[in-house]
């Protein structure tokens, strides 16, 4: 299985709307995704996601744009003309055929010969590791071990695109895991483009090349794990993956410098994001760059400093979770890793310090985003 | 009323029925007690009945197996069990073609649609089976609506009153809720999902539907036609009204042997032959059906 290779796919203003007195379920969503990418695309139940890769899979029809497959326009082709392998959420394993029988069903389809058909079957069970089952029924087998039949039929045609709709949705955390880095491990043995679907935003960092962040039928954000954890491109990009510390205030330019200004605060930043300058917006400092010293200390240069009183602390192990509310009324946490505790106790008078690189600026609502491949940031069409 | 009464009330209230329980399964053969009345009634107005029948079979007019030879011989018994046999199958296969769009249709509607369609079905039952098997006989006489409705297309006039095809199309209308019903149990629990993973891994919508759907659909297929087939096999009514006599079932010559010459040694055999035919055909069925029946578990238990 060495001849496979993913091919590049390209959604282009893909809309879906079921009635014309609602939202659109998906809306202008604009993504180009590399051949032998492995793209996520993550948010939270209703955002679309799910409905997007249908689309893709050919099981929705398009209201508007337009989806192609290495250049073709695949649109207007049913589902089994498209040839792209799927994984489904709870499995969808044909019930009254046998392991074998499952896995080789798309083969049939392709009209392939018997002899043929069964050594590439031998070959995939061989890959998940499931040969020894190839005779028993669905029925008869666990959840992961279902789990990897779905995907290894999905894989045995050599398809260029894997589409896979919360393929470990329903199975336990431990168990999840280890299939998580099964699916790795097949995204590189097979070199085919993977389209992972997932609430999850653990599961999302852990696998992807890039991720794309769904939220209201829009994407809000394209990007590697790094890049989407760094650089935010907006308040629900940057809350829906890890935690936040959220300032809401004015963006204004000040000494070339963009800066947020709040009631009885002003937070530094070096993004460069001028465009933003005179609305409403939000800084987001991630709590792990937050460094906490009881009582009063010197201000750096290129640091910004806040006074806070610190609520509560929570113990995580590693390391430990320390809540604040600033003098300003912000909420808020720092994350001090063990070993590199302040003495800060609740109730004590803190200063918060973190580097106006620390914090990025995002608008207070969300604007659409086109994703390209390789893009270190998105680009605003708004 | 004193309050206090509420919370006594609810204490005691859920013990008791888990006291009972506990009485029962402590001494489980005391379920058998549950039973009893069924087995008194079904003994004395079914067991006994056919037992004695079965025996004047074999003894009536004397010891032997003269009945059972006569039923060979005669001419007319096994020409009759033939036509029953044919009736019934040829019954049994319409009704499957007309109940299966029709249940499948049921599984993909609104609940709404679905109860009014549920209720179509059971129209029949609502109705008197003798006022059905006339209407059937007004409908299909040689100057009948369906007859003239023929004749405006120019295809008639067609014999349908007293024929077996009249007998067909009376019996299809009643049997058919026997099929439709065990179908759309069957069909409701099939997993449409997996026509969009079969059509997603490469098959044609047929295909999917040939290679997936139709074989999950397959315990419900059998449960219907055996159904269907078995009460065709014994059929009463609706032949003796709308059949002729020429052409009767097995039901009515054995009603002719036992009421008529009340020679109760032949319907007897008659009846004992009918009774083997349709254990045969329960055995033949359950062996087919079980391994489909547990793949039938398996679809339910994989949601």
């Known amino acids: 299985m060495t001849d496979m290779r993913g091919a590049a796919i390209r959604l282009s203003s893909v809309t879906k709307r079921y009635s014309e007195h609602q939202p659109p379920v998906v809306n202008d969503v604009c993504l180009e995704i590399a051949a032998g990418e492995f793209i996520t695309l993550l948010g939270p139940s209703g955002s679309g996601k799910s409905t997007t890769l249908n689309m893709i899979a050919g099981f929705e029809q398009l209201t508007a744009g337009d989806i192609l497959i290495d250049g073709v326009s695949v649109a207007s082709l049913p589902p089994y003309k498209r040839g792209l392998g799927m994984v489904f959420q709870h499995y969808a394993l044909f019930p009254h055929m046998t392991i074998a029988q499952n896995v080789a069903f798309p083969l049939q389809q392709r009209k392939m010969r018997k002899r043929d058909i069964q050594r590439r079957v031998d070959d995939v069970l061989d890959l998940v590791g499931l040969a020894h089952l190839r005779d028993r029924l669905p029925g008869q087998i666990s959840g992961g071990q279902a789990q990897r039949v779905a995907l290894a039929r999905a894989v045995v045609f050599e398809p260029h695109v894997l589409l896979m709709d919360e393929p470990l949705g329903a199975l336990d955390k431990k168990l999840r895991e280890q299939l998580q880095g099964e699916i790795a491990r097949m995204h590189r043995e097979l070199g085919i483009t993977f389209i992972f679907v997932t609430h999850d935003q653990e599961e999302a960092l852990a696998l992807s090349d890039r991720i794309a962040v769904f939220e209201g039928g829009r994407i809000e954000q394209v990007g590697t794990a790094q890049e989407l954890y760094a650089r935010p491109a907006s308040l629900f990009a940057a809350e829906f993956l890890g935690e936040s510390n959220v300032f809401h205030g004015m963006i204004t330019e000040r000494r070339g410098r963009v800066s947020l200004v709040g009631e009885g605060f002003e937070v530094l930043t070096d993004d460069g994001r001028a465009g933003l300058v005179g609305t409403a917006g939000v800084v987001v400092v991630r709590p792990e760059r937050i460094r906490l010293t009881v009582g009063d200390v010197a201000v750096e240069h290129d640091v910004n400093a806040m006074t806070a009183t610190v609520t509560h602390i929570v113990y995580q192990g590693s390391y430990r979770k320390v809540a604040f509310r600033t003098d300003a009324g912000t909420t808020g946490s720092a994350r001090e890793p063990a070993g590199a505790e302040s003495s800060a106790m609740p109730g004590d008078r803190v200063t918060l310090c973190w580097r106006v690189g620390d914090g990025v600026i995002v608008p207070a609502q969300s604007v659409p985003v086109v994703g390209l491949p390789g893009d270190a940031l998105v680009e605003s069409t708004s | ?303």
């Open chain 2, 1 to 303: 009323m004193p309050i206090s009464s509420t919370p006594i009330m609810s204490a005691s209230a859920p013990e008791r029925p888990v006291r009972r329980l506990l009485w029962l399964s402590a001494r489980p053969w005391y379920g058998v007690l549950l039973v009893v009345p069924a087995v008194c009634l079904l003994a004395t107005v079914f067991a006994y009945p056919v037992a004695a029948l079965i025996w004047l079979s074999f003894a009536d007019p004397s010891l032997g197996l003269e009945n059972y030879h006569r039923l060979l011989t005669d001419g007319v018994s096994l020409l009759v069990l033939l036509r029953t046999l044919r009736m019934a199958t040829i019954v049994t296969l319409v009704t499957l073609l007309l109940a299966y769009p029709y249940a499948y249709l049921m599984t993909l509607v609104g609940r709404r649609a679905r109860s009014v369609m549920v209720a179509l079905v059971l129209l029949p039952f609502w109705t008197s089976l003798m006022a059905r098997t006339f209407a059937w006989i007004v409908l299909l006489q040689d100057n009948g609506p369906i007859n003239d409705l023929l004749a405006m297309v120019g295809l008639g006039p067609l014999e349908l009153a007293g024929t077996e095809a009249g007998v067909t199309i009376g019996m299809t209308q009643v049997l058919l809720p026997f099929m439709t019903l065990p179908l759309y149990g069957t069909l409701r629990t099939i997993d449409r999902r997996l026509l969009d993973a079969a059509i997603g891994l490469g098959a044609r919508p047929l295909t999917a539907f040939r290679r997936v759907y139709l074989p999950l659909s397959m315990p419900g297929v059998v449960a219907g036609a055996m159904m269907v087939y078995i009460l065709a096999l014994g059929f009463y009514v609706t032949p003796a009204m709308l059949g002729s006599p020429s052409e009767s079932m097995i039901s009515q010559l054995m009603t002719v042997r036992i009421t008529q010459l009340l020679d109760f040694g032949a319907g007897g055999a008659l009846a004992t032959v009918l009774f083997l035919l349709t254990l045969l055909l329960l055995a033949l069925v359950s062996r087919f059906l079980s391994p489909s029946a547990a793949l039938g578990m398996s679809t339910r238990g994989e949601r």
